[in-house]
């Protein structure tokens, strides 16, 4: 069993002990959530493991400058959840509920939330030296597929060398709908869809949706990833880009988890705060010309293994202004560490990651290339793709999620841009 010294409180929270063939702990953060126990009765009635039981851990979380008015909900719904536990709790589904108060402002966030959480199904496994038990990550707003708990011990158990799994997700259109913010969370979601398939059509190995609804992990990952970090926003990102940075990140599509549109103020960006734009604002995405400069460098990988001389005839200009030198000296350092092109090319898109990226897009955004409408961009995905556009949005979203569905672009491929 590996060390793990990363928890944020030196001792369980729960003083329940868990049931011996426990398989899953779901945990989920929840501040203020008016809707949690439709969430919570989604994951009840979802079909359970074939070989174990699951928990529910629910971290209900608030800031040393809560407003009373929410410390209040809190101290009802606490009491509600212990209600609910005791009439609903049996041998297949315990829930358990935390309180946490008087956090700091600097850390208060879904961040700790979620790390308080899966702390806690750690200390849980560990009790019964469970190192592969799973802790999947649910929020507040969602529901799931009858199979959910299945797929994903499932999954797990048809991946042993994998640590953690990005999990099909579809935000709901019916309650967005009835929100007036349809139209919002299908651009949003088409956005989140043709960013990822860009990546991959241009041969970019990091290329996985990284939503923290959807997200599981298994105990000896946790462990050896050093746990959750504490950020208020972008933890998920973070958090499953160190399993995808080191090989152990696989996706589970044969479930869906369905997030909730909603307005929130509680981060700087995402979902929540995308559903604020104003009803005639447009929602744009990276123009398709980032990616399309880009294959200069990720189609000539080995060219430049190679030969790193022939990196300035070869570079489109936005690719060759964003790096500067600072491109061939690290593959030159990299090539010096590495004895084939194969291992070459792992180490350099170690250096060349999803952070990397995201300021690659920003630097062409704001030097080459203006940001585009969402129905722009997927147009160009679907003719990349010899697909013709369906005809309305939605459609192109139902097709969108149709293809993530057939999951990651096979190993060994080539880009098609």
């Given at each position: ?34 809707k ?22 629910v ?7 809560v ?14 959840l ?18 946490i ?24 496994f ?18 799931v ?38 139209d ?37 990952g946790?462990?050896?990833?050093f746990?959750?970090?504490?950020r ?5 990102f ?21 997030p909730?549109?909603r ?5 700087p ?6 559903m604020?734009?104003?009803s005639?604002?447009?929602?744009t ?39 500067g ?12 560490q ?73 190993k ?6």
């Open positions: 069993m590996r060390f793990y010294n990363n928890f944020e409180y030196d001792h369980p929270l729960i003083r329940v002990k868990p049931a011996e063939d426990i398989q899953i702990i779901a945990v989920t953060p929840a501040l203020n959530e008016k949690l126990f439709r969430t919570i009765e989604s994951l009840y009635q979802a079909d359970k493991p074939d070989k174990g039981s699951v928990e529910m851990i971290v209900l979380n608030e800031s040393e400058n407003l009373k008015e929410v410390s209040a909900f809190h101290k009802d719904q606490m009491e509600e212990l209600a609910w536990a005791k009439s609903n709790n049996d041998h297949t589904f315990n829930l358990h509920p935390i309180l108060t008087g956090i700091p402002e600097k850390f208060a966030g879904v961040g700790l939330a979620r790390k308080v959480g899966m702390d806690e199904a750690m200390y849980r560990l009790s019964l030296g469970q190192e592969r038990g799973i802790i999947a990550c649910p929020d507040a707003d969602v529901t597929s009858s199979n959910y708990f299945k797929a994903l011990s499932a999954g797990f158990e048809a991946n042993p060398g994998m640590q953690a799994a990005s999990i099909h997700f579809e935000h709901d259109l019916e309650i967005a709908a009835l929100n007036g913010l349809e919002k969370i299908i651009q949003y979601e088409s956005h989140l869809r043709y960013m990822i398939r860009m990546q991959r059509l241009i041969g970019l190995p990091f290329a996985y949706h990284t939503v923290g609804s959807s997200m599981a992990v298994n105990v000896k946790y462990m050896e990833q746990g959750m970090n504490k208020k926003a972008g933890e998920d973070y958090f499953l880009q160190k399993f995808i940075n080191a090989g152990f990140l696989f996706e589970i599509n044969d479930t869906t988890v369905y909730e549109a307005y929130s103020d509680r981060v960006f995402g979902t929540g705060r995308t604020k734009m104003g005639d604002e447009s929602l995405t990276y123009h398709f010309n980032t990616f399309e400069a880009l294959t200069s460098l990720t189609l000539n990988l080995e060219n430049f293994y190679l030969l790193p001389e022939t990196l300035e005839d070869k570079l489109e200009e936005p690719v060759l202004s964003f790096f030198d600072r491109l061939l000296k690290e593959i030159e350092v990299i090539k010096a590495t004895k084939d092109f194969v291992m070459f090319k792992k180490r350099f898109y170690r250096w060349f990651d999803a952070f990397q990226l995201i300021k690659y897009q920003h630097f062409c955004r704001d030097h080459f290339f203006e940001n585009i409408p969402v129905e722009h961009a997927c147009k160009f995905l679907l003719s990349k793709l010899k697909m013709e556009h369906p005809g309305s949005m939605k459609e192109m979203l139902f097709l969108l999620r149709s293809m993530d569905r057939e999951g990651y672009i096979k060994g491929s080539k880009s098609s841009l």
